[in-house]
C-alpha cells in the first residue's frame, strides 16, 4: 500500500507517517525541506521517540520523500496512492492544494478509483478545507467524476508534540498518548486500515471534546503560566495553585460537552485528568510561548476559548457553570 503524506514536520514524522509505516504503507512525504528530503531518500528511515521513562526508540521504515517542487514526482506519487494525508498547518493547505489536485486529475484522467485524502491538522472540518481549495483547480469537467471516487472525511489528530531540536534532524520525540478518529461515514470505498485509528459516523463530539478540552486547556495552561513567568507547560502544572486554575477551566468546558454530546461525566472527568497529566510530562518540555501563540486565531469566535464560553450561554448553561465552579 502507498500513502502520501504532505508535510516531513514534527507531526508529520511522529505521529501521522509513524501510524502508517506501522500498518504498512510505503510513506511518501511530501514537503520543501531539502535537507529533510535528502535524508530520506537516502536513509529510508528514521526515529521516533517516546516522551517516557525507559523508552525503545521506534524506528520508521519504508518512508521516502520528495519537494513540493518536484511537480511529476508529486502527481505520478498521489495518482498512485492508496491513500493521502496531510500535517502542513491548516493556513498551508491552501498552498498545497493545487499539488493535490494534479495528482487527482492524472488519476482521474487515466485510471479513476476511490481515494481518501485527509488532512490532519489542528482545526475543525481541515478536509472540508482542503477539498474546497483542490476543487478550485481542478478542470471543471472532471469535478463530477472526483464526486464520484475523491472523498475528504474530516477527522481529529491529538498528540503533543513540542518544537524540538535534535542533531538528526529526522528524529522525534513525542508523547505516548495519541488519537486519531475518522468521519467514517464520509470515506469512499474501502475503509483504510491504519494502526491506531478509530472510525466513527458522528465526529461532531469527538472535534469538540479534543478542542475544548486538550486545546482549551493548553491554552489556559500557556496563558496562566506565561502571566507568572514560566517558560514550559510542565513548569506551569508543578504549580498547584496554577493546575487547579486550568482543572477548573476545563470543569467548565466539561459541562458543556457532557450536556451537549450527552457524554458520560465520569469518563470525561477521566479524560481531564489523563490530559492535565499530559501537560505536565517533564519529558517533553514544550515552551510557553509555543503553546500560546497566534492569539487571533485562538480567541476566535469557535475556537478553544470563546467558542466553548458563547455555546455555554446559548445552552443556558453559564449559571450552572458559575455554581459547579464555586462548589470546588
Not at 491513500?83 to 498547518?89: C, D, E, I, R, Y
Not at 472535534?207 to 486545546?215: A, D, G
Not at 513567568?229 to 498547584?240: A, D, L, P, R
Not at 505536565?280 to 510557553?288: E, H, P, Q, S, T
Request: proline fraction near 3%; charged fraction near 20%.
Amino acid at each position: 500500500m502507498k500513502a502520501v503524506h504532505f508535510g516531513a514536520g514534527n507531526i508529520g514524522r511522529g505521529f501521522i507517517g509513524l501510524l502508517l509505516s506501522q500498518s504498512g504503507y510505503d510513506v511518501f512525504f511530501v514537503t520543501r525541506n531539502l535537507k529533510k528530503i535528502a535524508l530520506l531518500q537516502r536513509n529510508r528511515h528514521y526515529r521516533v521517540n517516546l516522551a517516557k521513562e525507559e523508552a525503545i526508540p521506534i524506528t520508521v521504515h519504508n518512508v521516502t520523500a520528495a519537494s513540493i517542487e518536484d511537480v511529476d514526482d508529486v502527481t505520478r506519487a498521489v495518482s498512485a496512492a492508496d491513500l493521502v494525508t496531510t500535517a502542513v498547518g491548516v493556513a498551508a493547505l491552501k498552498s498545497i492544494a493545487k499539488s493535490v489536485a494534479r495528482g487527482v486529475t492524472h488519476r482521474l484522467r487515466h485510471n479513476p478509483r476511490p481515494l481518501n485524502i485527509i488532512a490532519c491538522e489542528n482545526v475543525i472540518g481541515g478536509s472540508s478545507q482542503l477539498k474546497k481549495w483542490v476543487y478550485a483547480h481542478l478542470p471543471i469537467d472532471l469535478r463530477s467524476l472526483a464526486d464520484q471516487y475523491i472523498a475528504f472525511p474530516n477527522t481529529v489528530v491529538d498528540r503533543i508534540v513540542p518544537l524540538q531540536q535534535h542533531q538528526d534532524i529526522l528524529a522525534v520525540t513525542v508523547e505516548p498518548f495519541a488519537e486519531w478518529v475518522i468521519d467514517r461515514s464520509a470515506v469512499i470505498g474501502e475503509v483504510p486500515s491504519i494502526r491506531g485509528v478509530t472510525y466513527v459516523d458522528s465526529l461532531a463530539p469527538y472535534v469538540e471534546r479534543k478542542l475544548f478540552t486538550l486545546n482549551t486547556g493548553h491554552c489556559a495552561a500557556a496563558y496562566y503560566g506565561y502571566l507568572e513567568g514560566y517558560q514550559t507547560i510542565h513548569e506551569v502544572m508543578q504549580n498547584s495553585d496554577l493546575r487547579a486554575k486550568v482543572d477548573a477551566v476545563l470543569q467548565e468546558t466539561g459541562a458543556l460537552l457532557t450536556h451537549k454530546h450527552h457524554l458520560d461525566e465520569k469518563l470525561h472527568q477521566t479524560y481531564i485528568q489523563k490530559t492535565l497529566d499530559r501537560f505536565a510530562n517533564v519529558r517533553l518540555k514544550d515552551a510557553v510561548v509555543r503553546v500560546g501563540r497566534s492569539p487571533i486565531r485562538k480567541l476566535s469566535q469557535s475556537d478553544r476559548l470563546v467558542g466553548p464560553a458563547l455555546q455555554a450561554r446559548d445552552l443556558g448553561l453559564e449559571q450552572w457553570c458559575q455554581v459547579k465552579r464555586s462548589r470546588q
